[in-house]
């Protein structure tokens, strides 16, 4: 799954380092604290509507461009997301089998839709 907040840091960083900016920049510029921003830029919280525009507005740039899906798929392997956070063994044992569990879902979802697919008459050429 992808981490929606990521890409709309990745996105933000992406932007702050064509502008030669900092996080501190940003910070200031949309009246936040560095703490608020470094939370933002980690993924660690959710940027609301009316930050996404005072930071769209900052960098210059259109909302749609700062919630862009990558052209490269980001890594998607929940273990790596967690990676350092996770300080127990347990902990790190339920994130694996949720990483497996939304690997399957979305294997069964590849498998239906081309079922689906397979359905459909083909087309004589």
């Known amino acids: 799954m ?3 907040n990521m890409i709309i840091a990745n ?3 992406a ?3 064509k502008e030669n900016k900092k996080q501190v920049d940003l910070a200031e510029g949309i009246g936040v604290s560095k703490q608020t921003m470094s939370k ?3 993924g660690a919280r959710a940027i609301n509507a009316i930050e996404l525009h005072k930071i769209s507005e900052y960098l210059h740039v259109s909302m749609d461009s700062l919630m862009k899906m990558p052209e490269k798929p980001m890594d998607t392997n929940v273990i790596h997301a967690f990676m350092g956070r996770v300080k127990t063994e347990e902990a790190r044992k339920g994130i694996q089998l949720a990483d497996e569990l939304s690997d399957m879902i979305l294997f069964h979802t590849r498998v239906c839709e081309n079922g689906k697919k397979m359905e459909q008459p083909w087309e004589d050429k």
């Open 15 to 17: 932007e702050l380092k």
């Open 40 to 42: 933002i830029m980690n």
């Open 2 to 4: 992808l981490d929606v």
């Open 11 to 13: 996105n933000i960083q």
